[in-house]
Structure formats: structure tokens, C-alpha cells
């Protein structure tokens, strides 16, 4: 059976206005992959995840997103900004952060449809933080406020969910119990996740990608958490020294 790419990077440059952040990057992400995208402060993945949403157009080669051009193709994705980036004292509750995701997918201006509502609900459902939904965000725990981030890409209905370093500011005892989501939402979707951490992310994901300065350094076929751990060690080790 042929695997269908979902995202597609050929040859793609591109610099702000200085030197080359991504030189040359190839990418290819098949449907139902959970991949690790990885590299040091700088390396250029907030950039390469600004190309792959449309709101960064490559100076060379190209991206496709679905099929489509990342603008048009990006309606399929939900994407999880880094959580510190969302407001803490935003006075708005869970259910509302959650149907957030349905804006620019709902026909009806001005309101949510009841489609919406049930969409955001099983979203919720799904992160198991429906108890939650009436609670205002500023209550929240960053754990919790993590998830209600997730259920609003969710509630996009996605076929790919992208992450933006999630595992920052979280303990390692949620980070299991969120990665264990991840691997539970990656039956139905692909993933990508941004890390610096390689050591534990390896564990969770199939592939990992990793983008050093201007170059994606290594991509390794679908292997075992052992293998990726084996074959990153000294790179992990410099990542880590970076910090
Ligand atoms: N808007 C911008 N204008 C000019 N240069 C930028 C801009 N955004 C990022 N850069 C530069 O591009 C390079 C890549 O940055 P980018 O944010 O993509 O890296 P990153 O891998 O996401 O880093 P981090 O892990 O620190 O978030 C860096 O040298 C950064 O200074």
C-alpha cells in the first residue's frame, strides 16, 4: 500500500533579512507518523513550523501541506503553541478557550453552531478535562492548561497536530501522562512534536528530525526509542550543554 505524504519540504531556503536560517531542509511526513523535530535554540524549527503553516513563504524550493500550498493546505492542522504563550490571565473559561479552534471553521458569524459546541465538547472529552470546561484558564494548572490547548487544535478536527516545544515548564510526571495522550491521539492523526528534549521524546515518537542551525542534521527511518537514543547520544548531550 502506497503512504500518503501529508507534508512535503523539498529544498526549502530561507533567511529573515541576515544569513540562511533554513538551507536546502527536505522533509517528508507520512499520514500517521509521530515524528520528533529537534535541534538546539536558533536551529530554525519555530521558522520551518512557520513555513509548513503558511505564514512564512520559503525563499526556494517548496512546502506542501495535504496536497496544497501550507496556506491552503493548513486548514488541516491543528497546532499547539508553546502553553506560556497563552495568556495565564485571559479571563475566559476552558469551554471558550476550547471553541476558539472552531473560528474560521464555523459558517454561522457571530455564534458557534451547535456542531461547534459538540465538536469542543468531545475535544475536551477526549483530553479528559470536560470536568474542567467551566473553570476560568487563570485557575488552571499548567498541566491542565496544556490540554486545553491540545483540545483547541482538537477541536479543529485535524488530520495533523503539530506541538511547539510542549514539555516546557511541565514536570516529568505529566510529561508521561502527556505523552501517553500524544501516542493515544497519534491512532487517529499524525503528529509532530518540537522538543529539545531528544532523550525523552525518543521514546514516544517513530522518526526524528533534526534541524541544526541550517541544516537538518539527521533523519533516521522508523526505529526503536533505543536506537534513536544510540544514535543522538552525543548530540543530545551538546543540545543540553546549549541550555
Ligand atoms: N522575525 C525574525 N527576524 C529575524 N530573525 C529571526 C526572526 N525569527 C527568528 N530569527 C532568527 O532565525 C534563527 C532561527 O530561529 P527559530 O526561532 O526558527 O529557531 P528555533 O529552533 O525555533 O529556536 P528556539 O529553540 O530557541 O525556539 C535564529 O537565528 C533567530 O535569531
Given at each position: 500500500?502506497?503512504?500518503?505524504?501529508?507534508?512535503?519540504?523539498?529544498?526549502?531556503?530561507?533567511?529573515?533579512?541576515?544569513?540562511?536560517?533554513?538551507?536546502?531542509?527536505?522533509?517528508?511526513?507520512?499520514?500517521?507518523?509521530?515524528?520528533?523535530?529537534?535541534?538546539?535554540?536558533?536551529g530554525g524549527k519555530s521558522t520551518?513550523?512557520?513555513?509548513?503553516?503558511?505564514?512564512?513563504?520559503?525563499?526556494?524550493?517548496?512546502?506542501?501541506?495535504?496536497?496544497l500550498p501550507p496556506e491552503r493546505g493548513r486548514g488541516g492542522i491543528g497546532y499547539v503553541p508553546q502553553h506560556t504563550a497563552f495568556a495565564e490571565d485571559?479571563?475566559?473559561?476552558?469551554?471558550?478557550?476550547?471553541?476558539?479552534?472552531r473560528l474560521g471553521k464555523t459558517r454561522v458569524i457571530g455564534d458557534y453552531t451547535r456542531e461547534d459546541r459538540m465538536l469542543a465538547r468531545r475535544a475536551m472529552e477526549q483530553v479528559e478535562i470536560l470536568e474542567l470546561s467551566t473553570r476560568p484558564l487563570a485557575a488552571l494548572s499548567g498541566g491542565q492548561r496544556q490540554r486545553v490547548l491540545i483540545a483547541r487544535a482538537l477541536a479543529v478536527e485535524p488530520e495533523i497536530l503539530i506541538l511547539d516545544e510542549p514539555t516546557a515548564h511541565v514536570d516529568l510526571r505529566l510529561e508521561e501522562n502527556f505523552f501517553h495522550l500524544l501516542k493515544q491521539l497519534n491512532q487517529q492523526m499524525t503528529i509532530i512534536v518540537v522538543s529539545h528534549d531528544i532523550g525523552f521524546i525518543s521514546h514516544y515518537v517513530n522518526r526524528v528530525a533534526c534541524l541544526n542551525q541550517t541544516l537538518i542534521c539527521h533523519e533516521t527511518a522508523?526505529?526503536?526509542?533505543e536506537v534513536i537514543e544510540q544514535l543522538y547520544g552525543a548530540s543530545v548531550r551538546m543540545i543540553d550543554h546549549i541550555h
Open positions: 500500500m502506497k503512504q500518503e505524504l501529508v507534508i512535503s519540504i523539498k529544498e526549502v531556503c530561507f533567511s529573515y533579512t541576515g544569513p540562511m536560517v533554513l538551507e536546502h531542509i527536505n522533509l517528508d511526513v507520512l499520514r500517521g507518523e509521530f515524528l520528533g523535530l529537534v535541534g538546539p535554540n536558533g520551518l513550523l512557520k513555513i509548513i503553516l503558511g505564514l512564512l513563504k520559503p525563499l526556494a524550493g517548496q512546502a506542501s501541506v495535504l496536497g485571559f479571563p475566559i473559561s476552558v469551554e471558550a478557550a476550547v471553541l476558539q479552534g522508523a526505529v526503536s526509542g
